[in-house]
């Protein structure tokens, strides 16, 4: 293992590293992770720091799992890739069966890509494809909510509402049309979160009635919007979203790419809206298309994918290959990542991790309170199921770089989104791991406040 300050040298000359002003790096150094254990990573030094976001909310089961190892070992020896256009094999084939009977086949048809911006490209590419196989070319605009994230690239910077994101690229981008977000902290005093996302489902409905005719789909963060500073709002939202896209003939898109396979309570949070998978809905329907990727393969490897329904796939089933949905990508459904994804829901069911998920959260929301609920800077503290974050009142500028610098001195990963410190980690944390990553947390807000 080359040195901790010859590795740091070799990253900054060649190295381009991702949402970063480079030049930040000559006083915040980089940090150097040689191996990682459980919610631990440990750096050049042997400084151990417990992950408290997941590594940009991937792992879920904990760095170097050695269920997952073991599986991904076994695949190594049988099939490392065949291209999937034309072939196919048993890893892609058994995680799309095993993700549509976690809808309750409802969404049967799992199209794969390697990360979350392709899967809303993907989504919003096959939305318009449906309408126009279907008679109706006109339907080629997208709604999003204020302050949505759904990718970087061109085509999902377009329902991509943040803005140091979308004006860095704006000549580039075909734009899209943003409705009110129903963010619970927007509450009028009197108000619930429930009649917020009823007054934002009322702008979404006028918005519906008016320009149906030439929109395609509505796509949005089921209950937690996740760039945008973890924004948490009330189902009735989606309830109200699912039945307005229904009567005016609009696609609904659920990204569920931060917030799936467990995040929220459920292992997706659809579920929150429509009832489990394994029951009869609620009265109110699954979405058109579901986008999932970060925790569906562990944090391993890249992977993502869209489920959808049978009339979607229908729609393209023709004889004509310009009917066909013409999207593709050389490592589509690699059985490396399938395994992996197949290893990660082995552990959810064989753990049954969503119900011990439940005693977790309860001790994030009850540490988070005990140590910065009453702190005099701390607004809005919130909590949806593995996510809880607070809001940093009158925050100095450079907050979020102090605070990040703070928390790797107090032994934890935290990296805060503006203002918002927020905690989304991994699914094997213990209640000591817990208690050190609160700690850590409200020493490093005081050190950044100083």
């Known amino acids: 293992m080359p040195p901790a300050d010859t590795l740091l040298a070799r ?18 150094p980089l940090v150097p992770i040689v191996r990682g254990e459980g919610p631990w990573l440990i750096d050049a030094d042997g400084r151990r720091l417990l992950d408290g976001i997941s590594s940009w909310w991937v792992n879920l089961f904990g760095h170097c799992n050695p269920r997952i190892n073991t599986a991904l070992k076994a695949q190594l020896d049988t099939l ?10 048993e890893p892609v084939v058994a995680l799309s069966e095993r993700l549509a009977a976690l809808t309750g086949h409802r969404l049967g048809h799992a199209f794969y890509a390697s990360d979350g911006a392709s899967a809303t490209e993907i989504a919003l590419k096959m939305s318009v494809h449906y309408w126009r196989n279907q008679g109706e070319p006109g339907k080629t605009r997208f709604l999003s909510l204020a302050g949505g994230y759904h990718g970087e690239t061109v085509g999902a910077l377009a329902v991509t509402d943040v803005a140091i994101f ?23 005093a009197g108000e619930t979160a429930a009649d917020v996302a009823r007054r934002a489902a009322a702008v979404l409905e006028a918005r519906l009635k008016a320009h149906h005719h030439e ?12 760039a945008a500073g973890m924004v948490m709002y009330d189902a009735e939202y989606l309830r109200r979203a699912r039945m307005l896209c229904d009567r005016y003939r609009v696609h609904l898109i659920a990204d569920e790419i931060a917030v799936g396979c467990g995040r929220t309570g459920s292992f997706f949070a659809w579920e929150q809206v429509a009832g489990p998978a394994d029951q009869p809905d609620r009265g109110i329907g699954w979405p058109d298309f579901l986008c999932l990727s970060k925790g569906i393969s562990g944090g391993y490897l890249p992977l993502s994918l869209v489920l959808t329904t049978d009339l979607i796939y229908q729609a393209f089933y023709d004889d004509r290959s310009t009917r066909a949905f013409l999207h593709s990508h050389s490592y589509t459904g690699n059985p490396l990542a399938c395994r992996a994804a197949l290893a990660t829901l082995d552990i959810f069911a064989e753990d049954r991790v ?21 702190h005099p800077a701390v607004r809005h503290l919130r909590q949806t199921g593995m996510i809880a974050a607070f809001d940093v009142a009158d925050a100095p500028a450079g907050f979020a770089r102090r605070f990040f610098a703070a928390g790797l001195a107090h032994g934890v990963l935290l990296r805060p989104i503006g203002d918002t410190v927020y905690f989304m980690p991994p699914y094997v944390v213990g209640e000591t791991d817990m208690a050190h990553l609160v700690d850590g947390a409200a020493a490093a807000l005081d050190d950044a406040l100083a």
């Open 80 to 89: 490392e890739h065949a291209m999937l256009a034309g072939f196919t094999h």
């Open 11 to 28: 990253s900054l000359a060649a190295v381009w590293h991702p949402c970063t002003q480079m030049k930040q790096h000559e006083t915040l």
């Open 354 to 374: 969503l119900d011990a998920n439940r005693i977790r959260a309860r001790q994030l929301g009850d540490a988070l309170q005990a140590r910065v609920g009453r």
């Open 166 to 188: 979308r004006d860095a690229y704006a000549p580039l981008v075909r734009s899209g049309v943003t409705v009110p977000t129903p963010d619970a902290r927007l509450a009028a």
């Open 215 to 226: 929109i395609a789909a509505f796509i949005v963060e089921p209950l937690v919007q996740g």
